[in-house]
């Protein structure tokens, strides 16, 4: 059996209402911005999913049965790459050079002690069934990657390519910054080596397990709503101060079933004061 114990603590100032931001469009697209020799390779969208500049964390639910079961898995992120040709949809502004193929590499992984950040190809019908690579969290200097330009390398290939139905999982419960790089793994550059220079690195959040989705303040009234693994209690606390350690149950307790569930208290109070959901369970 293995015991744990997690928090989220959110601050509510009042009245007034807070929403949590959220994505519609789990596409990370790759390029360039130039084609030359060298021209650096860039994320066109990465802002949007940037850590450093959001809090935004792709949710990421367990398991429990099926592909994938007893690790976290959230709605699919795709990377793909941009494309050059009017057959793929091109050319497209900032795609990279006729020639490149282009891959992501998961360069750092920063999380929850023990836990990793793994890689799962398929095919979106059939998916294989094991995990392609593995990064455990505290690695700085990761070399694994994942193809997405859907050519051989061959000179003057188109580098565009969008596949679905790949996956990536967390094992632990927790938050997750993973470092992504865009390279360019062809061998048409100059002395048999690549076209284009590797990405800055973009910093990615994934919240695995409990995920705080919404907050609104009322008169009086406070409602949090949160997805959390099944199975698992959920108490909705509050207090005054943070380091008081004077946390109080605000609502009753609701176990989790991986779907948007919430707590409402209607006693809240109009001054400064804090929340947070605790969960303490035992998992098989």
Known sequence: MRRFGFDLILAVLGLGTLTLPSRADTHIYAGALGTNQNGKCYFSNGGGFDATLSSYALPQILRTNGLNAGYFRGDALTFSALAATPV???PVAGCAAFGSRLAVQVVSVAGPSGGSFAFWEGD?????GNITFSVPVGTTNGTD???????????????????HGREFTTSAPGTY?????????????????????????LLVRF???????????????VTVSFRSPPGISNVLEVTSSLTSGNWQPAAAPLRGNNG??????????TVKHFYRIHQLNNLP
């Open 145 to 163: 990657y994942l193809v997405i330009s859907e050519n051989n390398g061959e000179p003057g290939a188109d580098p565009y390519g969008h596949i």
């Open 260 to 269: 948007l569930q919430s707590f409402t208290d209607t006693n809240a109070s």
């Open 124 to 128: 979106g019908e059939s998916d294989l």
């Open 177 to 201: 910054l993973v470092g992504f790089r865009a390279i360019d793994i062809s061998t048409n550059g100059v002395n048999g080596g690549p076209i284009q220079s590797p990405s800055d690195v």
């Open 207 to 221: 919240q695995a397990g409990l995920r705080i989705e919404d907050i609104q303040t009322f008169t009086n009234r």
């Open 88 to 90: 793929n949809g091109g």
